[in-house]
């Protein structure tokens, strides 16, 4: 159980185009959902959190009209990165939690490259 | 501002020996700690959480948590090559749902 997916797993795109990463917990429905980012050899960077019906809550730093967050239902949440350049090339993780809100099962992460 | 506090390591152990995790946090409040590993190039993976003072294990895995002294740590039995990864500890609770992750200790278990 406690199964997260992400689509796609990776992706190359130009600059200046947008990304959408898709993010969906398969056997359970996921009361929030977490959008991380991780650069080489760092530790993950929580993003957002967001919740099913409700706009997401940004960390500080991070741009909400750059990483545009849908949650859609209790199994989807979207992140998109508009106007992507080469610096928002990463790996970039969701998390899906139910039952506490603590325990994340975390999806296998799509590795964004932007040329 | 909560603070999980992790040596980067790396830590190196012989394959067979046991290797033990620390961390500590700094919010007295915390209730509920987890142990995720992360192998190069993949996502977290939850291999442990407590919740109580004491030690829980599962398997080769043993989670030992202080809250008086506000450290957890993970011990690693009979450690194998394949135990090789960053062991990312996380503290949750304390009036925020969300858990603040530490910045992990990459082991090395070399035959």
């Known amino acids: 159980g406690a199964v997260v997916s992400q689509h796609p797993s990776w992706v190359i795109c130009k600059s200046g185009t947008s990304v959408k990463i898709e993010c969906r917990s398969l056997d359970f429905q996921a009361t929030t959902m977490f959008w991380y980012r991780q650069f080489p050899k760092q530790s993950l960077m929580l993003m957002a959190t967001s919740n099913e019906g409700s706009k997401a809550t940004y960390e500080q730093g991070v741009e909400k009209d750059k990483f545009l967050i849908n949650h859609a239902s209790l199994t989807l949440s979207t992140l998109t990165v508009t106007s992507a350049h080469p610096e928002d090339s990463s790996f970039y993780i969701c998390?899906?939690?139910?039952?506490?809100?603590?325990?994340?099962?975390f999806g296998p992460g799509t590795r964004l490259t932007v040329t | 501002q909560k603070e999980v506090e992790q040596n980067s390591g790396p830590l190196s152990v012989p394959e067979g020996a046991i290797a033990s995790l620390n961390c500590t946090y700094s919010?007295?409040?915390?209730?509920?700690f987890f142990w995720y590993r992360q192998y190069s190039g993949k996502s977290p993976e939850l291999i442990m959480f407590i919740y109580s003072n004491g030690d829980k294990e599962d398997g080769r895995f043993t989670a030992q948590l202080n809250k008086a002294s506000q450290y957890v740590s993970l011990l690693i039995r009979d450690s194998q090559p394949s135990d090789s990864a960053t062991y990312l500890c996380a503290v949750g609770g304390g009036g925020s749902y969300i858990p603040t992750f530490g910045r992990g200790t990459s082991l090395i278990v070399h035959p």
């Open positions: 998390s899906a939690a139910y039952l506490s809100d603590y325990e994340q099962y």
């Open positions: 919010d007295r409040g915390s209730q509920s």
